[in-house]
């Protein structure tokens, strides 16, 4: 017998297990726990303090939905207006020594004469092969040189996607795309390059809410604290270390047995068979492929530079920076670093060279966080990563020489993007539904593996509806049809809902007029 029985347990309290449990909460129906092996909530989406007062997310998170669920829950949480800033997306990227506006393939007018043609040749090539191919792009390289055409994915699409994905185009599969790649409009590429304009905002993040305290993982700390206490375990007492799938039982670190009817899995898929002892299983997501990612973080003196101004996240194709990306982290919000009147001592200037005082002095201070992959098929020299972001912020001129360095951040997460490798469908379509028979409903960025779906509202929602599927066998729309809840606004479930499972309706059935 275990020690503690549910209906429904909850493994992970990111924004999916949280999702899940929410609804859980919500439908107040089948008994429930959640587990989580940190002391706070947030999975990757929490966010951590250096010393000196920066904050830092686990990567570039930002709230921005498909699903009026998820805003209803958050905003539960962070409920006052002074809880949050909304920003407009003032995003670039950096090619040849200037700021191109994102995306890229939408503004090559600002590109040199030379890149301008080459890319336009490129993309006259693939609009008319476009009309007559009878075939779908094998994989991401083709979905690019079919929509950009050479010049773009030579220049910007191919080296860009190498940095962030840490795998060749070419072993990429195009199913993920959807509204994650802007598929450009060459009349107004052209249009733009003779009247030397650029294109405007594109893409469902053009505007976006971030928490004014706390950082991304404040939101799910909050949203946490709205779940009772008896249902949550975190930190060593909730540290899973043996799935046993056939008896229905997991077993904790402190040694604790929880028996269960149906499972909830956010931890990385490939974990969660390791701890099942699944062989079969093991081999199967041996054909899953991921990517690392580095989060560095630099603490800066001084007024934010004119240079910089209100962008918000930027883009590095080249290779005179180890990083892809780049967050303003201190334009979010002017208490994700410390106040101008606190006083820290410089640690050295960005070229390396000493200080010239020791002596702690005020503020103001300015942040940035940059993101480099790592794979197999990209190494990373992890021992001196930190000074490589640093000089790479030089040779952008992000930051100059002679700047203060007063505080820095450097995070590993093993498990960082869950490659849309060609092989990754045909081990989901398999995986999962063998899971599944075993009452196990693997969902989240890596316990479904599927990136379209692995923003922080899809997390939550692929939680809300694993629940509903187990309790009224609703379909679950976010694993199943990403294309279709990422085109239209998903108002089917509101918080202040009542929620009826199968076979149980409500005692009066609205009137169309009632209704």
Same mark, same amino acid.
């Given at each position: 017998?275990?020690?503690?029985?549910?209906?429904?347990?909850?493994?992970?309290?990111?924004?999916?297990?949280?999702?899940?449990?929410?609804?859980?909460?919500?439908?107040?129906?089948?008994?429930?726990?959640?587990?989580?092996?940190?002391?706070?909530?947030?999975?990757?989406?929490?966010?951590?303090?250096?010393?000196?007062?920066?904050?830092?997310?686990?990567?570039?998170?930002?709230?921005?939905?498909?699903?009026?669920?998820?805003?209803?829950?958050?905003?539960?949480?962070?409920?006052?207006?002074?809880?949050?800033?909304?920003?407009?997306?003032?995003?670039?990227?950096?090619?040849?020594?200037?700021?191109?506006?994102?995306?890229?393939?939408?503004?090559?007018?600002?590109?040199?004469?030379?890149?301008?043609?080459?890319?336009?040749?490129?993309?006259?090539?693939?609009?008319?092969?476009?009309?007559?191919?009878?075939?779908?792009?094998?994989?991401?390289?083709?979905?690019?040189?079919?929509?950009?055409?050479?010049?773009?994915?030579?220049?910007?699409?191919?080296?860009?996607?190498?940095?962030?994905?840490?795998?060749?185009?070419?072993?990429?599969?195009?199913?993920?795309?959807?509204?994650?790649?802007?598929?450009?409009?060459?009349?107004?590429?052209?249009?733009?390059?003779?009247?030397?304009?650029?294109?405007?905002?594109?893409?469902?993040?053009?505007?976006?809410?971030?928490?004014?305290?706390?950082?991304?993982?404040?939101?799910?700390?909050?949203?946490?604290?709205?779940?009772?206490?008896?249902?949550?375990?975190?930190?060593?007492?909730?540290?899973?270390?043996?799935?046993?799938?056939?008896? %229905?039982? !997991?077993?904790?670190?402190?040694?604790?047995?929880?028996?269960?009817?149906? $499972? /909830? #899995? =956010?931890?990385?898929?490939?974990?969660?068979?390791?701890?099942?002892?699944?062989?079969?299983?093991?081999?199967?997501?041996?054909?899953?492929?991921?990517?690392?990612?580095?989060?560095?973080?630099?603490?800066?003196?001084?007024?934010?530079?004119?240079?910089?101004?209100?962008?918000?996240?930027?883009?590095?194709?080249?290779?005179?920076?180890?990083?892809?990306?780049?967050?303003?982290?201190?334009?979010?919000?002017?208490?994700?670093?410390?106040?101008?009147?606190?006083?820290?001592?410089?640690?050295?200037?960005?070229?390396?060279?000493?200080?010239?005082?020791?002596?702690?002095?005020?503020?103001?201070?300015?942040?940035?966080?940059?993101?480099?992959?790592?794979?197999?098929? %990209?190494? !990373?020299?992890?021992?001196?990563?930190?000074?490589?972001?640093?000089?790479? $912020? /030089? #040779? =952008?001129?992000?930051?100059?020489?002679?700047?203060?360095?007063?505080?820095?951040?450097?995070?590993?997460?093993?498990?960082?993007?869950?490659?849309?490798?060609?092989?990754?469908?045909?081990?989901?379509?398999?995986?999962?539904?063998?899971?599944?028979?075993?009452?196990?409903?693997?969902?989240?960025?890596?316990?479904?593996?599927?990136?379209?779906?692995?923003?922080?509202?899809?997390?939550?929602?692929?939680?809300?509806?694993?629940?509903?599927?187990?309790?009224?066998?609703?379909?679950?729309?976010?694993?199943?049809?990403?294309?279709?809840?990422?085109?239209?606004?998903?108002?089917?479930?509101?918080?202040?809902?009542?929620?009826?499972?199968?076979?149980?309706?409500?005692?009066?059935?609205?009137?169309?007029?009632?209704?």
């Amino acid at each position: 017998m275990a020690d503690i029985k549910v209906d429904v347990l909850v493994i992970g309290a990111g924004p999916t297990g949280l999702g899940a449990a929410k609804r859980l909460n919500h439908i107040n129906g089948p008994s429930w726990l959640i587990l989580d092996a940190n002391e706070k909530a947030g999975g990757l989406a929490s966010t951590d303090v250096t010393p000196e007062g920066f904050l830092y997310d686990v990567g570039g998170h930002v709230i921005f939905s498909h699903y009026k669920y998820f805003d209803d829950c958050i905003d539960e949480a962070l409920p006052k207006p002074d809880d949050w800033y909304t920003h407009q997306r003032i995003s670039y990227v950096r090619y040849k020594g200037q700021w191109v506006p994102y995306p890229f393939q939408n503004n090559i007018s600002m590109l040199p004469k030379e890149d301008q043609v080459k890319c336009i040749d490129g993309l006259i090539d693939a609009a008319m092969a476009a009309r007559v191919a009878t075939d779908k792009p094998k994989n991401f390289d083709e979905w690019i040189l079919r929509t950009c055409g050479e010049g773009v994915a030579d220049v910007f699409m191919r080296p860009y996607n190498y940095k962030v994905w840490a795998v060749p185009t070419t072993k990429m599969q195009c199913q993920w795309l959807g509204e994650r790649v802007a598929a450009p409009d060459v009349k107004l590429v052209t249009r733009n390059v003779i009247l030397n304009k650029t294109a405007g905002n594109w893409g469902p993040n053009a505007t976006f809410r971030f928490p004014a305290r706390d950082g991304t993982g404040g939101i799910w700390i909050a949203v946490s604290d709205t779940l009772p206490e008896k249902n949550k375990r975190y930190g060593e007492k909730g540290e899973v270390t043996k799935v046993d799938a056939d008896k %229905k039982v !997991v077993t904790l670190k402190d040694g604790t047995t929880i028996g269960y009817d149906k $499972l /909830i #899995n =956010t931890m990385a898929v490939d974990h969660l068979v390791e701890k099942m002892g699944n062989q079969e299983l093991i081999t199967l997501s041996k054909g899953l492929y991921y990517s690392s990612t580095h989060v560095i973080g630099v603490g800066i003196r001084g007024e934010r530079p004119e240079r910089i101004g209100d962008k918000c996240w930027l883009y590095f194709p080249e290779d005179n920076c180890p990083f892809y990306r780049a967050t303003i982290f201190s334009n979010y919000s002017p208490y994700n670093q410390p106040q101008a009147d606190v006083k820290l001592p410089t640690l050295y200037k960005a070229d390396g060279s000493k200080a010239d005082s020791s002596e702690a002095k005020p503020g103001p201070y300015w942040s940035i966080m940059l993101e480099v992959s790592q794979s197999t098929m %990209k190494p !990373v020299d992890e021992e001196n990563i930190l000074r490589d972001c640093i000089q790479g $912020l /030089i #040779n =952008t001129e992000m930051i100059k020489p002679e700047d203060e360095i007063i505080s820095t951040y450097h995070r590993k997460f093993d498990h960082g993007y869950p490659t849309p490798s060609l092989e990754r469908e045909g081990v989901l379509k398999e995986l999962l539904p063998k899971l599944q028979a075993q009452g196990i409903w693997s969902r989240g960025r890596f316990g479904s593996w599927r990136y379209e779906v692995g923003n922080q509202d899809h997390s939550f929602m692929l939680g809300v509806e694993a629940v509903d599927n187990i309790v009224s066998g609703a379909v679950e729309l976010t694993l199943n049809y990403p294309d279709f809840v990422n085109s239209r606004a998903n108002t089917e479930r509101r918080l202040d809902q009542p929620f009826y499972s199968a076979g149980t309706p409500p005692k009066e059935l609205p009137s169309r007029e009632r209704a």
